[in-house]
């Protein structure tokens, strides 16, 4: 049976999965959905999620939506190969603080100072002071963490982890890095993460 991944090449949420996937070393499928043209509006992508919004994941017979759920999926469904990606509580907890308290604002920061500028439309700077002053408060939490382990859930690398790149990929290319490099141990944890050779593997695809 083929996984297939439809999604975006600029789609945080896509990126998720694919790390995900190539972390586990499984073959996949990328299916390109061309957004301006409204191809996710159209049944045929409906079917595979019915809110319109990409990735969509088939294994086999089996159809998922919501990047997350499909990566818990993976790391469970695969456990056997490539490396453990959930293996404690501790490791639940911090991909929870991941998608409740660091993806609100790094995403909001993501739209404004990565994907505007390839559009073509102008940064909200009104919004990136707000949104960077909610991302340091999270970033202190994390710095505090990672003082005393490796990765946020233990001493191994895990989704909790790996749930971070996509936004990382355009926060530490824009002014923002700088939040991240305040912070000693935040910032070691990032270059860590970011040369997984899983990460620069998807991103060679890019």
């Known amino acids: 049976m083929t996984i297939k991944v439809h999604g975006s090449v ?3 949420a896509t ?6 996937l190539t972390e586990k070393s499984l073959d996949y499928e990328f299916i390109p959905v061309d957004l301006r043209s409204g191809h996710h509006k159209l049944d045929s992508f409906l079917s595979l ?3 319109g919004q990409i990735p969509a994941f088939q294994d086999g017979d089996l159809n998922l939506f919501e ?3 499909i990566t818990r999926y993976i790391a469970h469904s695969y456990a056997g190969k490539g490396i453990p990606l959930v293996s404690s509580a501790v490791e639940d907890v911090w991909a929870e603080v991941e998608a409740q308290r660091y993806e609100p604002p790094a995403a909001k920061l993501t739209w404004e100072l990565g994907i505007k500028p390839m559009l073509g439309m102008a940064t909200d700077d009104d ?4 949104q960077e002053a909610e991302l340091a408060k999270v970033l202190d939490v994390y710095e505090a963490r990672l003082a005393h382990s490796k990765y946020l859930g233990g001493e191994a690398f895990s989704l909790a982890d790996l749930h971070h790149l996509p936004t990382l990929k355009y ?4 002014p923002v890095k700088a939040v991240f490099d305040a912070r000693p141990h935040v910032a070691a944890w990032v270059a860590d993460i970011m040369a997984r050779p899983s990460w620069q593997k998807v ?3 890019y």
């Open 15 to 20: 990126l998720r999965v694919r790390v995900c």
């Open 49 to 51: 999620n019915p809110f």
């Open 171 to 174: 926060l530490m290319a824009s």
């Open 127 to 130: 919004v990136v002071k707000a």
């Open 67 to 69: 990047s997350r759920a």
């Open 203 to 205: 991103l060679a695809e």
């Open 10 to 12: 600029f789609s945080t």
